[in-house]
Every structure is written in C-alpha cells, then in structure tokens.
C-alpha cells in the first residue's frame, strides 16, 4: 500500500479501467475510508450506493446520455468501470457539496493507495437531478430525504504511469 503522500501525487483520473472485479477486501477498504471522512457538525448526513451490476449502468449511461446530449453508444459516462459508488446526501444540506467533496477525496486516495483508479462523476447530476431520476433514485436505497450529489468510477487501471500535468504552484499568497 502506498502512503498517503505517494497517493495523493500518484493519483490521476482514470477513464480506462480493466473488466476484472476488484476484491470485497479492497472495496471494503475504500467504503471504509469514505466513512471515516471528516462531515460538517459531525451530522453525517451521507449514504453510498455501491453499483456493480453492468446491465444498470448501461441502463443508467443511456439516460445520462439523454440529458447530456451525447450518444451512448460512443460515449460511457462510467468509462465501463466494473465499480459506480453514488455519493447521496440530505436534500437542501447547507453542507453536502463539502462533505461529499472530502468523502470522494478519501474514496479516491484509499483507491490510489491500492493501486485501483479512480474517477469523479459530475455528469451524472445532470439526469439525477430531473423528475424521470425518481425510480433509479428509490433504487438506490438511500433514506427518501436524500438525493445523489456525486459519482466515482472504480476499478483496476487499464492504463498506468499516465504523467501529471504541470500544476502551477505560483498560485499560493502567505500572509505573515
């Protein structure tokens, strides 16, 4: 396992994944970390929708791709990832952007750590936020006050070593 430094430098977005299941330990692991992510007031107000099941989320990429306007046959807004987590929060939560933001993060290096990529999902509010989301939403078995604010594709890379873009670091001011 990687340290935490090493992961957070090592990890990148993962649009590439290879179709092999990863273990229950590691994703045991990764939901493990999610929860242990810090939550405004310690309200933890948050559920997770663990998807494995490819038929639902070809099922779910075609209504994504409705609302997105893109055709679902070149376009997978999963990248064909074998794992989907759906990050769920209470409606109207003051907080939930920041704490899904920091549950994701710790999803993602955890992720890292073992050497399965990652990649967030923003795309995927564009059909969950629509009144034809209701069912999938009820499918997902979050408390019924809740709703999906973020995605994460999961998987074992199909692609490693991808270079970092050049991050510019000349965007920090101290105030002493």
């Known amino acids: 396992m990687k340290n935490t430094l090493d992961a957070i ?11 092999n299941m990863i273990t229950n330990d590691e994703l045991s692991k990764i939901l493990d970390a999610a ?3 810090p939550s405004a007031k310690n309200m933890q107000r948050r559920h997770l929708t663990v998807i494995t099941n490819q038929a639902y989320l070809d099922e779910l990429n075609i209504k994504i791709c409705a609302k997105i306007d893109c055709d679902p046959h070149e376009y997978h807004v999963f990248y064909h990832a074998p794992v989907v987590v759906a990050l769920s929060s209470l409606k109207g939560d003051r907080w939930c952007r920041e704490d899904m ?4 993060e710790n999803i993602c290096l955890a992720a890292e750590s073992m050497d399965i990529g990652s990649v967030i999902l923003g795309l995927p509010q564009r059909y969950f936020e629509t009144k034809e989301a209701t069912e999938d939403i009820k ?3 979050a408390p019924e ?3 999906p604010i973020l995605f994460v594709s999961l998987g074992y890379k199909a692609q490693k070593d991808i270079p970092a873009k050049p991050r510019d670091t000349k ?3 101290y105030i002493k």
């Open 9 to 19: 430098r090592d990890r990148r977005s993962c649009r590439a994944y290879l179709p």
């Open 35 to 37: 929860f242990l992510s």
């Open 101 to 104: 933001g920091i549950m994701i």
């Open 139 to 141: 499918k997902m078995g």
């Open 145 to 147: 006050d809740y709703e």
């Open 171 to 173: 965007r920090i001011s």
